[in-house]
């Protein structure tokens, strides 16, 4: 009995990491390799990704079609414009475009302030798989509600 109890929470961890569209996401992380693994695990979830490793050229790319995008993911700490700095020039373009920050650690940066901005999430790195896949499933269904 208890193999089988541990097989069907299993399956039941795997069905919650099934969540998946294809909305378009605008990712921005100065660190090519953490735009790419960032990039990559969204396209499996079945998003369309563009990645950006300079946040100047994100908000460029925002600033001629900012309709382009669904949702943008963005790191907090980055050389010429930080994270927090990035979000209210996307939210001042395009007041409804939900926006998802991630930090390791940042005082520059918390709940508070998070919420004065308009930013819809604050995530911790080390970002896991299941968790940015729930967590940008409930801001695109909140989104859409709307």
Request: hydrophobic share 45%; net charge negative.
């Amino acid at each position: 009995m208890p193999a089988v109890e541990a097989e069907a929470i299993y399956q039941a961890d795997q069905a919650q990491l099934v969540i998946s569209g294809n909305e378009r996401i605008l990712f921005v992380d100065d660190e090519d390799f953490q735009a790419d693994i960032g990039k990559r695990m969204l396209e499996r979830l079945g998003y369309r990704v563009t990645a950006k490793t300079s946040s100047i050229e994100a908000f460029e790319l925002f600033r001629q079609s900012p309709d382009e995008f669904d949702l943008v993911i963005t790191d907090m700490t980055m050389p010429d414009m930080t994270g927090d700095v990035l979000a209210r020039k996307l939210i001042a373009l395009r007041p409804d475009i939900p926006i998802i920050v991630c930090t390791g650690y940042s005082e520059r940066i918390n709940s508070d302030i998070v919420k004065e901005i308009g930013i819809k999430e604050l995530a911790m790195k080390p970002v896991v798989m299941k968790d940015i896949a729930q967590m940008i499933a409930r801001i695109l269904s909140e989104k859409a509600d709307r």
